[in-house]
C-alpha cells in the first residue's frame, strides 16, 4: 500500500463515521459495546466515535499531520500494541499510527473495549481491503518487532522487563488537572464539569484534581458554584449503578472517617489526602483540590506532578500550557498520550 493509500482509507473512515445515514450501524456498535461493559453507555460511545471522526480523521488535519514524518519506513515492521480499555476506543490512536505510517499492527485489545476497537477495524477494511494483510488480533504478541503498551504502573514494570529487548514505548499511569482562579463564570465551570465527568471520569484525559487559590479575599476557596453547575447532572450519573455504588462507597467512608468533603448528591470534592508528588488520581465520584499561594507556587506544584499528568486545563487555556476547560476529551492528533511521539517513534524503527 503507498502512503496515499492509507491515508485515502483514514478520510473516507472518517466520512463515515460522520455520515447520518450510518448512525445505525454505530449505534448497534455502541449496544454491543454497551452489553460488554456497563461504563460504556452509547451516549458515550457515540461521542468517543464522534471525537475520532471529527478530531482525529478530518481530511485537512489529517493530511498536514502526516506530512510532518517520512513517507514510508525503510523497513516496515511487525508493531505490537497492548491497548487500554479504560474509555471507548481508547486504542485507536495507536491503530492509526501504526498502518498509516505503514507498518502492521499485532493488537491485543482490551478485554473492556473489544467491541467497538472491532467495530473500527472492520469499518476500516470496508473501506480499504488491503489492511486486512496488516491487521492482527492476537493475545500473545511475542512475534512483534517493537511494541507500544498501556497500562496501571504495576503493569508497566512487567512491560518494561518483557519488551526490554525490542523498541517500546511504555505508558503509565497519568490524569488530568484542572486550574481555577475563584472567577469562572457558570458556563466555564459547566466545561470543566466535561472533563471531570465525561466517561465517568475513566480517562487520563479527565480531570481528577484541581489545583485552587488558597484564600480569595481572606475566605477559603468556594467549591459551591461548581457542585451547585454540575448538580443538574446528578441523575444522568446515578443512573448508573457502578457509578451509583462507588459514589455511595466512597460517601460512607468519608462519613464514618470523618474526611473533609463537599458533596452535591453524586460528586465529591476534597482535599487531597496526601502530598505526595503524583498523588492525583482520585476515586471515581469524587475529584481532589490542592491550594496555591500565588503562580510561582502553581508552577512549582504542577512541576513537581508534572510526570503523572497528562493535560493541564483552565478556562480559556488562560494558563501557559494548558488547553481550554471543555476539551480534554476531544483529542487532536498531536496530543500524544504521555507526551511521547508515536508517529516519530515508529518512524525511527
Known sequence: MTRQ???????????????????????????????????????NCLLA?????????????????????????????????????????????????????????????????????????????????????YIEIADRLNAADAFIATGSDNTARYFEYYFARKPHVIRKNRTSVGVLTGVEDEAQLELLGNDILTYYGLGCRNVSTLFVPDEIDGKPFDFVPLLRTLEPRMNQYLNLHKYQNNYDYNKSI????????????????????????????????????????????????????AEKIQVVTSAEGWYQGSIPFGTTQRPGLTDYADGVDTMAFLAQL
Open 5 to 43: 493509500q492509507r491515508l485515502n482509507a483514514f478520510i473516507h473512515l472518517g466520512e463515515r463515521l460522520r455520515d447520518p445515514a450510518r448512525l445505525a450501524e454505530r449505534e448497534e456498535a455502541a449496544y454491543r459495546a454497551n452489553s460488554k461493559n456497563n461504563w460504556f453507555t452509547v451516549p
Open 49 to 133: 466515535l464522534d471525537a475520532i471522526a471529527s478530531q482525529m480523521l478530518a481530511a485537512e488535519a489529517l493530511t498536514s499531520w502526516l506530512a510532518q514524518y517520512p513517507a514510508e519506513p525503510a523497513t516496515p515492521k511487525k508493531v505490537g500494541v497492548v491497548m487500554a480499555g479504560n474509555i471507548p476506543a481508547v486504542g485507536f490512536n495507536d491503530l492509526l499510527c501504526v498502518l498509516i505510517s505503514g507498518h502492521s499492527i499485532m493488537a491485543k485489545l482490551s478485554s473492556q473495549d473489544e467491541m467497538l476497537m472491532r467495530y473500527l477495524i472492520n469499518e476500516l477494511i470496508a473501506v480499504e481491503p488491503a489492511f486486512g494483510d
Open 254 to 305: 468519608y462519613l464514618v472517617n470523618r474526611v473533609e468533603h463537599l458533596d452535591n448528591g453524586f460528586l465529591m470534592v476534597t482535599p487531597t489526602p496526601d502530598s505526595t508528588p503524583g498523588n492525583l488520581v482520585s476515586p471515581i465520584s469524587v475529584v481532589y483540590y490542592q491550594t496555591y499561594a500565588s503562580l510561582d507556587h502553581l508552577r512549582e506544584l504542577l512541576t513537581l506532578n
